[in-house]
């Protein structure tokens, strides 16, 4: 019902942006709830952002809030998010996710359909 295929990854320096992007096809499209989660290697998937369908409320785990920022684009059937003073801390292979429920996910395991991931490596 939905399909989700990131990009914008790479490598970048400490203090540097970067844009992930995330196309949104399927019936449901517009009508999910979208969201970025993390995973760097050894640890669990971690939360990152979400917004809902909309686009009324965005969540941030501690860890971002106040240097990334989630958007999308119902028109264009895209989601974005917005990564400002990265760190090494924040390398990981991201992926969008969405979710069908009443409540737009704020947790990694509350997304029912994802992406392929990404990878974002952040360089002292």
């Known amino acids: 019902q939905v399909s989700l295929v990131e990009s914008g990854g790479g490598f970048v320096q400490t203090g540097d942006s970067l844009t992930l992007s995330c196309v949104v096809s399927?019936?449901?499209?517009?009508?999910?709830?979208l969201g970025w989660v993390r995973q760097a290697p050894g640890r669990e998937r971690e939360f990152v952002a979400s917004?809902?369908?909309?686009?009324?409320?965005?969540y941030y785990s501690d860890s971002v809030k106040g240097r990334f920022i989630i958007s999308r684009d119902n028109a264009e059937k895209k989601m974005y998010l917005r990564m400002n003073s990265l760190n090494p801390e924040d390398t990981a292979v991201y992926t969008c996710?969405?979710?069908?429920?009443?409540?737009?996910?704020?947790?990694?395991?509350?997304?029912?359909?994802w992406g392929q991931g990404i990878q974002v490596t952040v360089s002292s």
């Open positions: 996710g969405a979710s069908l429920a009443v409540l737009t996910p704020v947790r990694a395991t509350e997304f029912g359909y």
């Open positions: 399927g019936p449901r499209a517009n009508t999910a709830h």
């Open positions: 917004v809902n369908q909309d686009i009324v409320s965005t």
